[in-house]
């Protein structure tokens, strides 16, 4: 049984690659729920400009990472970068596409978005299960004069690999040595604390069904699904709202003229106006790829979205990428790409 | 076809059959080749869940089975807490699930008058085509916040206050977690336990019945020591096969168990399963973790495996009575 | 004497209560489950469902998951409905009372009742690993993946209703249609499985009844599409898959989606499973 299905998808394979190089190309990426609602929105006008179908997938960015690896996809993508070894290892290449903030998104009664102040040590706490109360007085500290109900507390976290899982852990490692320690920093990690949904759409979902819960969620899903979250005092101790305005502060303290393989997390970033939870996406593709034209209409579809996308990252509250990083991208592209 | 000598019909004859005998070869063949491949595809499935969860299951061996770590930071992985989920799940699954099993059952083949027994079946067993996701839907949807607003915060109110069981019911109330998705799953065997009940009390010869009823006994009493002694291999059978059901159920479950690897004596906060963690994470997981995934799908094989044996022996021990 | 009698009816009556209670609790999840998706799939019914595809999200539609279901469905039942009734044939017809046929039946319960899941892990390993590397990585997960996979779900269910309708056959028309010096693979063919034929239908009915819901197997096989796609060998959307996606969304206009896919699922499944009740309404059937 084994052979006869090999041989017949082998032969079934070679007929469909005939198909497929007559119409338009399709090419499927898969990964980051991160930057699902933007790859989506570009794909659906990419597709009505050029015809050509990005098929994206939010899978997880561990999933990305997976799915390239055993070449089942053309592209990942991921907010977790992979180190050099890996990158050499699998003659990997990545760049980034997008950079976002993320956001503590919670569900209390009579407490309005924006409105919460938390800090790092504090957010930390909660998600070590350490806080167990809203009334707690680690939280009434940060916000005096809000009345805060005695309920508990609900943590919700990604129950998939996630890189906003990694992002959020990084930061976490960073202001909490406790966290470090304990739990430590990964695509997906051993909670403390609290129930897990899968993807940025689960945990929206969780915490705007469950009272009491806090969760973390991209910005654009707390936004648009109109969930409350939380603002952040940063690393210069300042407390500020999640905005395109500041993400942007923080993108702009990253230096990565000197990062290799663009491998720079933009957490903490130590600007005063800077959103302390600021993470870029990746996208993961093969240096010598095995299809070069999927590779190139990838190449094209990113190009375009750098250059006419930027309206519906802003819209969607994403930071376009600064056009010094663009160039260098391109350069990337030419460099490092073997077609 | 002109046979007028002897010899040419015996040997059109002799030909005719050795050539039928050949087809009838060849078509068995071709019959058992197919037999084959239904016990290659479950083989196939079984083995192949056990070699992809080789590094783990031959690396760490029993230690995979008694750990309750999960940590794909450090790479370290045991199976404790799906495999406490999806037992406890199943456990409240099927104590809910049997009484009212064996009540519709009672009620079919009992009560009901003649015109009712059909059309109530039918609906039953209708429970049993409802697609997984739906179930999942409508729990997600509707009967967890259905939970979370009417019935935990009562049973965190009385039931949680008592000592020692207290425990058991303590939490907050989220909807989500273990008791709903046992409270869901019970509904998903409900049909699964009741047509086997249903079908094997049928099997009870009148007279036994009639004897008893002229005896004087209840409809109770009939049913008590009369119906359920007679069946009671195949009932316990089709209780396992219910018990399969819910071990293996997968969407329905993802949906309102919770997703957390924390094993908590409280039915009210949430839990993972085999099923459902392999649903949540098989798609991001690599290397060691994904191994973990299918080692605990080769688990679950196992264990459904067991069960329905279990499930298998029971009812056939029923048909044996009946001379089958 | 009075009392034990008086406790004995009282035992009796409560027992009756009782069991009328179990039955309305099993009716009133089937009708609160039905009138919930009924409700919530009518109020998000629109053409658009049909028209348009989910890459454009709250402003899409179906009509590609339609599609790629219909696809999928259809192929897994022309591979798993040959083999299921050959296979039923023979457990019924040639190994009826062999241990190999014991076995086979065995197993084949198993099998149907295995973790849909775990099927569709199986595959992954089968078709979507290997199809990846032969192919260079140009068919990987695929529409036929997913439909090998939704076969192993129905196969089980045909292997097993063909083996208990092929039993029902009297054994007077093997032994008549014998007599007349018929060779068995004629008789099988034109006069056991003529006999058998509605039930065989019926078996092939439940089949795609159970393996048009299932979500599980297909999330690691087909993969999932937001464009259209109608060849086999791409990575194919799917009405479960979708709603599955959906619900997991936390915008209520996806909820939406989602509940009128639901609705369209349901309908086409329960249609199925009415459809084979009055098919073969003679002799009931168990495929626990």
Known sequence: MFKSMKSRIAVAAAASMICMTAG????TGAGSSFVYPVISKWSAKFAEKTGNHVNYQSIGSGGGIAQIKAGTVDFGASDKPLDEATLDKFGLGQFPDVIGGIVPAFNVPGIDAGKLVLDGKTLSDIFMGKVTMWNAAEIAKLNPGMKLPAQKITVVHRSDGSGTTYNFTHYLSQVSPTWKSKVGEGTAVNWPAGIGGKGNEGVSAYVKQIKGSIGYVEYAYALQNHIGYAIMKNAAGKVVKPETKTFQAAAATADWKHAKNFKLLITNAP?????PITATSWVIMYKQPKNVEHTKVTMDFFKWAYEHGQDDARSLDYVPLPASLVKQIETYWKTEYKM | MQANRPETAARDIEHRSRKDARHDRIFRGILRFCALLVLAALLGAALSTLWGGREVLFKDGFHFLTSDAWNPVTDNYGALAPIYGTLVTSIIAIVLAVPVSFGIALFLTELAPGWLRGPVATAIELLAAIPSIIYGMWGLFIFVPFMADHVEPHLADTLGKIPFIGAVFDGPPLGLGILTAGIVLAVMILPFISSVMREVFQTVPSRLKESAYALGSTTWEVVWDIVLPYTRSAVIGGIFLGLGRALGETMAVTFVLGNSYNITASLLMPGTSISSSIANEFNEAVGLHRSALIALGFLLFVVTFIVLLIARLMLRQLAKREGK | MSAIYTRRH?????????????????LVFLVWILWITLVNGISAFNWRLFTKITAYGPDGGLSNAIVGSLIMDLIAIAICAPIGVLAGTYLAECASSSKF??????????????????????????????????SGGAVSFSGFAGSVALALIGLPVIVRTTDEMMQLVPTTLREAALSLGIPQWKMTLQVLMRAAMSGIITGILLALARLAGETAPLLFTAFGNNYMSVHPL??????????????NDPNPTLHAIAWAGALLITLFVLALSLLTRLLFSRKKVSYD
């Open chain 1, 24 to 27: 338009a190309t399709d090419i």
């Open chain 3, 101 to 134: 046929g014991a076995t086979v039946r065995f197993l084949n319960d198993i099998l149907l009742s295995a973790p849909s899941i775990v099927l569709g892990l199986f595959v992954y390993v089968i078709v979507v690993i290997p199809s990846t590397s032969l």
């Open chain 3, 234 to 247: 791409d990575k194919m959307a799917s009405l479960p898959v979708a709603i599955y996606q959906y619900t």
């Open chain 1, 271 to 275: 600007g005063a106006n800077a959103w």
């Open chain 3, 10 to 26: 009282i035992k009796n009556i409560a027992a009756k209560v009782l069991a009328t209670a179990a039955i309305i609790i099993g």
